[in-house]
């Protein structure tokens, strides 16, 4: 009798923690849970419970503990069983996970949630259609399952089953309004399915839903990449504004749908329209129009952060520069005017002063910084209008007097151009001096490589898209969306990961956040690149990236070996780049991976068009000879050539390090899929497939070729291509070493 009152006294205590734990209070849940195991060491649901807990608060090594314990005391727990595959499933074990559940669901077949979440992993596990099989037995339990027919569409959109998708999105949204996951994934399937305003509308209202998650802004970058705005609402700004904030978003490729919405903004749309690019800068009311766009957050924020990639903007900034110049000259700037004239010396910097200057600013800016040099030899005070002046013509660290400049006290916005172009290309310097040289570089092309990129850092970019989770390489690889087959590929624990050609360090700050306890040797030609790269990744917080000097070609010297070896856009500028590529596989251990990036032959008709322009007329690689190639570029277009128009409209044409790097490399391999598969087999690779940022070209490829396996098939890439000569402007894949 009294064990049966010790009993119910734990039954009562168990009901009580689980009150607490319903009602979202852990803390005292927490505390029940461990006074009865104070008592019963070995009590089952207390220590299943408590491993709820720790998986909820994201401790799931202890979870794993916790619950594996009450599971030894009582080995047909079926909610255990289903606990403990929650919390390896995060640990990103899904096959462990998805054993777990298959325990549970042998002692309680009708357990709706544990074939649900089984569906997951076996998605994980990269087996869609076994996941399909799960999700439908979990809805013949219970058909009102919203989640389970959210996970549904997944699984469908992964099997490029893409109406089907919609129809499960569909339903879990009929059944749960707020469901946020469901309307970005309707979102994510409606943009493959090309109907951008449909897609739109669900990733604003997932975004509403769950402001703080990353993956949901990642889908709704990519729905804006191709977006265009027939019209907007009060509160799309500042939902654009909120989306540039985001650390997985890269804003270089949302600029053009924010000036498309923009365009709609009254004051925006009426300053474009009036501003006509031959009209002299004495015409120009700088400091009205200036005024109005410093009250437009969104226009000066993307002006800080990217490139502007529109030809009609960059004239009007172009001319607006000039006006600026012109009243900064004749003292007549007004403060109100200093929010814009700041973002412009920002986005003048960042795109490396690529619009063109006539003669008359010339001498103006020539004369300008005379009065900045007296001013700061004489110690008296400069005029922030001068600083923003110059700064929107010249890189203010280049001149003598930048550092002394650098030491005064600044006001507002002043301050983010003292930052931008000198505080941190001073520390850059620093930073150059440091950074140590693991080869030496003998090849001819490889040093005129590298001078270019001593000259010409490539990209200047200020933000990237992070990944808003980082996993294990072979999680990444065989999960959603990629599900390569990688055989029977072990990840290791802290992978060793080598970047061959790191640039200025956005690919390496990319591939650390998406790896999880990876090591990065990051290699690159120029020291500029790499100063700048060491500069970001400590103002981002990454601290497992080496940068170090190097040559491609001679690397196979460092005696090192790595998991995973990426090169994308850099065995392209090797005089060899199969030799340089073999000397890479060499550097991968047996079964490791390779991320490459090759240029295509078919692709970059308006690349090739371009060069053969620039031998024509002579152009060199000086600033000035860029800007006269782009004008004339320009003017070809606009007179109705559509290779030229093609050129710009890339990315890579609106600034200069990029415009140099796109046209006017020293050199320039490019390919065709036939020579790739002839060099993957030589080189004892396996193509697992390519990875694109535009899903839409994979869904057109699988429209006519919806078998798996046809993803991996290089011959039908080759007539794909053919047929779409625009969908693969370069060629973006992963192989696997035999």
């Known amino acids: 009798m009294p064990e049966q009152r010790q009993s119910l006294t734990i039954q009562q205590a168990i009901d009580l923690g689980v009150q607490h734990h319903n009602a979202g209070d852990l803390t005292k849940a927490e505390g029940i849970y461990k006074q009865i195991l104070q008592s019963d060491p070995d009590q089952p649901v207390a220590l299943h419970l408590l491993g709820v807990i720790a998986h909820q608060v994201g401790k799931n090594d202890t979870a794993v503990d916790l619950i594996t314990k009450a599971l030894t005391v009582k080995p047909d727990y079926a ?38 979440n089984l569906g997951v992993a076996l998605q994980d596990l990269g087996k869609p259609e076994d996941a399909v099989a799960s999700y439908h037995k979990a809805l013949a339990i219970k058909p009102d399952y919203a989640d389970a027919h959210n996970n549904l569409g997944v699984a469908l959109q992964d099997l490029g089953k893409l109406e089907d998708a919609v129809a499960s999105y569909r339903k879990a949204l009929a059944l749960k309004p707020d469901l946020a996951e469901a309307h970005n994934n309707l979102g994510h399937v409606l943009g493959q399915l090309d109907r951008p305003t449909e897609a739109f509308t669900c990733h604003r209202r997932a975004i509403s839903l769950n402001p703080q998650n990353d993956l949901f802004y990642a889908h709704f970058e990519a729905c804006l990449v191709t977006a265009s705005f027939a019209s907007v609402d009060d509160n799309l700004y500042q939902d654009l504004l909120h989306l540039l904030e985001r650390p997985v978003v890269r804003p270089s490729y949302v600029i053009r749908s924010i000036i498309s919405a923009l365009r709609h903004h009254p004051d925006f749309s ?46 009007m900034l172009t001319v607006l520069r000039c006006a600026m110049l012109a009243e900064t000259i004749e003292r007549k700037t007004e403060e109100k005017v200093f929010p814009f004239s700041a973002a412009l010396a920002l986005q003048c910097f960042i795109n490396e002063y690529v619009f063109p200057e006539t003669e008359e600013e010339k001498e103006a800016v020539e004369h300008l910084q005379e009065k900045i040099a007296t001013l700061v030899e004489k110690g008296r005070p400069v005029p922030p209008s001068y600083v923003v002046a110059l700064g929107a013509y010249r890189p203010l660290f280049e001149f003598p007097w930048a550092e002394k400049l650098s030491q005064r006290e600044w006001e507002n916005n002043i301050t983010g151009v003292i930052k931008q172009q000198i505080s941190e290309p001073l520390e850059e310097r620093a930073l150059r001096d440091r950074i140590p040289s693991i080869t030496s570089i003998q090849n001819a092309i490889s040093q005129s490589v590298r001078e270019q990129y001593e000259e010409n850092p490539y990209p200047r970019w200020i933000e990237t898209s992070l990944t808003y989770e980082s996993r294990s390489l072979g999680a990444v690889l065989t999960g959603s969306p990629l599900f390569f087959d990688l055989g029977d590929y072990t990840s290791p624990e802290s992978p060793d990961i080598l970047i061959a050609g790191c640039g200025t360090g956005q690919h390496p700050v990319c591939i650390a956040s998406r790896f999880s306890n990876a090591r990065l040797l990051a290699v690159d030609l120029s020291l500029n690149s790499l100063a700048y790269a060491e500069r970001k990744a400590r103002e981002l917080g990454f601290s497992n990236i080496e940068y170090v000097q190097g040559d491609i070609l001679e690397l196979g010297k460092i005696e090192r070996q790595f998991d995973l070896i990426a090169s994308v856009g850099s065995l392209p500028t090797l005089g060899d780049p199969l030799a340089g590529w073999r000397i890479l596989v060499n550097l991968l251990r047996p079964g490791g991976l390779m991320n490459i990036g090759l240029y295509s032959e078919i692709g970059r008709q308006d690349i090739i068009a371009g060069r053969s322009l620039i031998a024509e007329k002579g152009y060199s690689t000086s600033p000035e000879d860029i800007r006269r190639c782009r004008q004339d570029i320009i003017a070809m277009a606009e007179d109705g050539d559509n290779e030229m128009a093609k050129i710009c409209n890339r990315y890579d044409f609106f600034s200069l390090s990029e415009c140099r790097d796109l046209l006017f490399h020293v050199q320039e391999h490019r390919f065709t899929l036939p020579q790739i598969d002839e060099a993957l087999q030589s080189l004892h690779l396996k193509f697992l497939g390519f990875e694109m940022e535009d899903r839409r070209t994979l869904s057109k490829f699988r429209e006519s070729h919806p078998d798996r396996d046809c993803l991996t098939s290089l011959s039908l890439w080759h007539e794909f291509e053919l047929d779409n000569p625009d969908k693969l402007p370069g060629y973006p894949f992963w192989c696997q070493k035999s």
């Open 270 to 315: 009426r300053i474009v329209e009036g501003i006509s690019f031959n009209q002299q800068d004495s015409e120009i009311p700088y400091r009205d129009i200036a005024g109005q766009l410093s009250t437009i957050p969104l226009f000066l924020r993307i002006l800080e952060l990217s490139p502007i990639s529109d030809l009609e903007i960059e004239r």
């Open 79 to 116: 909610e255990a069983h289903y606990s403990l595959g929650n919390a390896l499933k995060e640990l990103g074990k899904p096959e462990d996970a998805a054993a777990s559940y298959h325990k549970a669901l042998a002692i309680k077949s009708d357990y709706a949630v544990a074939h649900s």
